[in-house]
Structures are given as C-alpha cells and as structure tokens.
C-alpha cells in the first residue's frame, strides 16, 4: 500500500457554491487522480451534509476520509447529524467518517487518525469573550444555554474528542511511527491562525480545543521516535507550526464559495 496521491480539503462550505462552482471543483479533484480526499470538515450544514457527502461519493473517483466541522450541525443537532453521517459512511466503501474510525493505513509506514473535536473554551478568556457564535444559536444542544453551561458543553465536548484521539493515536503508535491527525479545531493557540496572526483571547476560547491539544503534546513527548501531522482548519486562515521537533500543524485556509485544495500529500 505505497505511492499515496492525497488531497487535502478543509472547510469546503459546499452548500455555499454555485452548481456549476460545484461541479468544477469536482471536476479538479477528479483531475489530480487522488487516491484519497481528505476533508477536514465544515461540509455543508445539518439538512444537506449527507445529500453533499453522497454527491461527492457519486461523482469522486477517489476515497473520502472526513471529519465533520462546527456548521455541518447548523440547524440541526449534534447527535442527529453524528447519527445519519454514521448510517451512509457506514453503508459505503468509499466514505469513510474518522469519528467511527480507530485508525486508517495509509502506507505501511504512515496511518490517519482523526476526529471532528469542538473548541473547548480553555485557551483565551472565555469570561470576558463578547463573541457569539452562530453554534451557539443555531445547533440544537446549544440552544437556551447561559454562559456556563455552554462552557461545560464545550468543555465536555474537547474532552471527547481528546479520549477519542487518546485512545486512538495510541493504538496506531504500536504499529505505525508516522501518523496524520485530521481534525477541524486548531488544538493550539499557536495554529489558531486569523489573518497571518494569532487569534486575540477573544477568539481563542471559540477556536481552540486545548484538551485535543494537551493529549497529543503529552503522547508525543513521550515518543520521540515518532512523528505526527495535525491538518486543520476552522480559522480559515493558512499557517504552519512546529510545536514539538515531532509534532507539527498546518493549518489550512477557506473563503465562502470558493472551496479548494489546501495540499497534495504524497505518500
Ligand atoms: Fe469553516
Ligand atoms: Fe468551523
């Protein structure tokens, strides 16, 4: 399983293109001939996620491995969306949710792990942040909550999505030493990019999950001998970051309408 074409997407935003914006860049993935689409999340929103996924499944020739973004549960909910996402990647070959997934190969030498995560309102001042996301209205677990409840949803929701990537970049380290970590929250302040600068403690508690941040950095301090690539996005704004010699993050950028190819990956 070597020689790898692999095409790096993030925060597609698919429900925002034109059809024929959507046909073209179906039409470009198909003439790269990749082997695999990664997309990092932010698809589309709660009522078409699986009507875009199934599309891209029709008209892709190659794998998808995907996790899901904040604004693919808008006007929806987080359990409803998590649930029939689950059904139709369950039920194809070739659509693969890295929620449900321990681990992928991707070469004998390099695996994909990956989760969806959620900002958990630990990095900046969560206290004082004026900033009131769309999450906050339009997904359904959200809806009602004062202030401190919500933290404790988006603190209960980093810490799932920091158990999940636990147990998992764990297991894969057993058999592979190079691992890529799709996710769609930055996991460190430092790869929370806004604009060619860091996000103001304002942002950050909405667009960092320090609890995924945390895990990763612990597990791979104590592996030196091996190396992970975290691929981002939710910013929307580009940046590269070596947290660790053994650790390092892209995070990738999106305009609405106009979705893209962050990266070729070559395996
Ligand atoms: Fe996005
Ligand atoms: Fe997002």
Known sequence: ????????????????????????????????????????????????????????????????????????????????????????????????????IP???????????????????????YDKSQVMLNDYILIKEFKGLTKAQRLQKLHELGDDAAAQ?????????????KLICLTHVPPFKESCWHEGKISD?????HFTCKAVGDTIRSIMESRPDSYLTILCGHTHSSGKTKILKNLEVITGSAEYGQSKIQQMIYL
């Open 165 to 177: 990537l636990k147990e998992n970049i764990e297991t894969a380290l057993k058999h592979y030493n």
């Open 1 to 100: 399983m070597n020689n790898k074409k692999i095409a790096w997407t993030t925060d597609l935003h698919l429900n925002f293109l034109r059809s024929q914006d959507l046909e073209k860049f179906i039409n470009q993935v198909n003439k790269i001939s990749a082997d695999i689409l990664f997309i990092g999340g932010d698809i589309a929103e709660a009522q078409n996620i699986t009507h875009y996924l199934q599309k891209l499944e029709q008209s892709l020739d190659s794998k998808i491995y995907f996790v899901l973004g904040n604004h693919d549960f808008y006007n929806g909910s987080l359990l409803e969306v998590r649930k029939k996402v689950h059904k139709i990647a369950n039920a194809s070959d070739r659509l693969f949710f890295l929620d449900d």
């Open 201 to 205: 403690d304002n942002y950050l508690p």
């Open 103 to 125: 681990y992928i190969e991707l070469t004998k030498d390099v695996a994909l792990v990956g989760h969806s995560s959620w900002a958990d309102g630990r990095l900046g001042n």
